[in-house]
């Protein structure tokens, strides 16, 4: 099917994690996806947190996948929906199910489905659930037994086959024979998984699911069941999971895999976002795209049915084009906390003009700060070997006139610059025979941004107190 045009019915996708650690790479993007196919068409973007695994979900893990999708600006329409508040929907769906004889009570206990299982795998069968307990015309069911309450089953399919045409991975189909009456409901009545994700994405009529490519076994499931309910069956898209740099499934060996860390390390969200999306969709050979631009482009026609891997190397340089890029006012206020942190001190230069001048070479909010140390952290006057090798007599002397004039000076880079050439003409020097001790004296090091501009943000006081230091 052909995606080319426009969907009929009004879209609307979900994101839909459980809440068992952090918002990592593979989830967000898969909320990216979804969120711009939405946007894309002018849909509805929805996040419904699947929490219905007590044991694993937590509160924080809650938190950290609102703190991720905040951060990188997927902001739902609809949601954050929870499925423990839908309980009584799914029972309410159980009974219908039964009432409807589509589902079916089963009194199997645990060890006599193993037994089942154990059987089938002897006879060279796949391993199942042998339907003692499905009803069928004319089928005498045995005695109920009292001392066990049931599971509720499916009644799935046998015959035929279920296929949808993935979005990504184009046609998929398995033989109804290979799937097994799924327990929709367990002794205490609590719903399982499968039947939550189908009772929600038909009550919140999905019609695009996006997701990983970790559920294509529960595909199949999830239609059948959709189609005994008489409901819509969405499109299905399942998006390759995220290699490490070493081809192997991305994990914590690889780095940080929580989205959060990114933005500690220093990553802007507009560089996450445009990473992310290029991690398995492309637009041509568009490597640097903005938000709006993605939206306008998203169509799961270009989603890589491929792994895509995880390449720092290019994240960092996708992340220095949007700290080039961005404001210097936004940047002060991204990098003024780090700073802080480091116990700069914010207010001794002019923030704007120090992020003016070393965005261009930042990869990272981090290593902006670092570098803003030069003007905001503590003087450390140059170690004895680089005095001893540049700091001679004869460039004291040069660095002495130098001081002298510019302690009358108009304090703007261009008349620093005019004074350094100057004084390198009048000594008959080089420049960086006059810029080495000058960096060494006023800066502690011999490398730095452009000296002018250095001298220009340290500001007249510092650069004539350092300079009367030497
Ligand atoms: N809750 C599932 C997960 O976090 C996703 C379910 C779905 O997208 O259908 O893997």
Request: include cysteine; charged fraction near 25%.
């Amino acid at each position: 099917m052909s995606h080319a045009s426009p969907p009929s019915t009004p879209v609307r996708t979900r994101f839909a994690p459980s809440p068992t650690g952090f918002l990592h790479l593979g989830g967000a993007r898969t909320a990216l996806f979804s969120w711009a196919y939405a946007r894309h068409f002018g849909g509805t973007f929805i996040l419904r947190v699947e929490d219905t695994d007590l044991e694993r979900s937590t509160p924080e893990a809650v938190q950290a996948i609102l703190d991720g999708m905040a951060w990188l600006g997927l902001t739902p329409d609809e949601g954050p929906f929870y499925q423990m508040q839908h309980m009584d929907r799914y029972r309410e769906v159980v009974a219908k199910m039964l009432a409807e004889g589509t589902a079916y009570h089963c009194y199997s206990s645990p060890a006599e489905v193993d037994e089942m299982r154990e059987r089938a795998r002897a006879l060279g069968q796949k391993p199942r659930y042998d339907g003692t307990w499905r009803p069928e015309p004319g089928k005498i069911l045995p005695a109920l037994p009292t001392d066990r309450k049931p599971v509720v089953r499916f009644k799935s399919p046998q015959d035929g086959a279920t296929g949808w045409v993935d979005m990504v991975k184009g046609p998929i189909s398995f033989d109804n024979s290979e799937l097994d009456d799924l327990v929709i409901a367990r002794p205490d009545g609590t719903p399982t998984y499968n039947f939550c994700v189908v009772v929600d994405d038909w009550d919140m009529r999905i019609t695009h699911v996006l997701r990983g490519d970790d559920h294509v076994n529960n595909t199949p499931r999830q239609i059948t069941i959709l189609r005994a309910l008489g409901a819509p069956v969405p499109e299905y898209g399942h998006v390759p999971m995220i290699l490490g740099p070493d081809g192997e499934k991305l994990s914590k060996r690889h780095g940080a895999v929580s989205v959060m860390e990114y933005d500690k390390q220093g990553y802007l969200p507009e560089a996450m976002i445009n990473y992310l999306a290029r991690l398995g969709w492309s637009h041509g050979d568009d490597e640097l795209f903005s938000r709006e631009q993605l939206v306008a482009w998203f169509d799961p026609q270009h989603l890589s049915k491929s792994a895509a891997q995880w390449d720092p190397k290019k994240l960092n340089w996708v992340s220095a084009h949007y700290i080039k890029q961005s404001d210097d006012h936004t940047l002060v206020q991204a990098v003024t906390p780090r700073i802080a942190a480091r116990g700069g001190d914010i207010h001794r230069v002019d923030l704007t003009q120090v992020v003016a001048l070393l965005k261009d070479r930042a990869e990272t909010l981090e290593q902006l700060a670092d570098s803003a140390m030069l003007f905001c952290g503590a003087f450390e006057p140059a170690a004895p070997e680089l005095v001893t090798q540049h700091l001679t007599e004869s460039a004291r002397l040069v660095l002495k006139d130098f001081a002298a004039q510019a302690a009358t000076s108009e304090w703007t880079r261009a008349a620093l610059s005019a004074l350094i050439k100057s004084t390198l003409s009048a000594h008959g020097l080089k420049m960086p025979q006059l810029a080495i001790p000058l960096r060494v004296a006023i800066a502690g090091t011999t490398q730095t941004p452009a000296i002018d501009a250095v001298l220009e943000i340290l500001g007249k006081n510092t650069v004539l107190g350092r300079l009367a230091q030497i």
